[in-house]
């Protein structure tokens, strides 16, 4: 099993930022991709950035490129994601995924365990 614990959500007026973190612990001893994804009421869950093993590679969703960006520290288990020029549309309950393999991973349902989620508003 493991668990994933989400923080840094908050309010923040438009063109803020925050950073989210996310702690894994529990049978992470091997390799694993992690990813951030968000839902907004009433709509379903997006895909928003994605991290290798390595931390070498990353893939992100069009609307936060060049606003986001994920990055991981294995050595604290912890992957994290700053969000710069925050925007109204970013509202939403961001939660992050697990998936133990070393791919680029899209689709909520490819990943095995999910954190509980941090509510990010974005005032305009």
């Known amino acids: 099993q493991v668990q994933l614990v989400e923080s840094g959500g908050g309010l923040v007026q438009a063109g803020g930022s925050l950073r989210l973190s996310c702690v894994a612990s529990?049978?992470?001893?091997?390799?694993?991709?992690m990813g951030w994804f968000r839902q907004a009421p009433g709509k379903e869950r997006e895909f928003v950035p994605v991290?290798?093993?390595?931390?070498?590679?990353?893939y992100y969703a069009d609307s936060v490129k060049g606003r986001f960006t994920i990055a991981r520290d294995n050595a604290k288990n912890t992957v994290y994601l700053q969000m710069n020029s925050l925007q109204p549309e970013d509202t939403a309950v961001y939660y992050c995924?697990?998936?133990?393999?070393?791919?680029?991973?899209?689709?909520?349902?490819?990943?095995?365990?999910w954190g509980q989620g941090t509510q990010v508003t974005v005032s305009s």
């Open positions: 995924a697990f998936r133990r393999d070393y791919g680029l991973f899209l689709d909520a349902r490819e990943y095995e365990y």
């Open positions: 991290i290798s093993w390595s931390g070498g590679s990353t």
């Open positions: 529990g049978r992470t001893f091997s390799w694993y991709t």
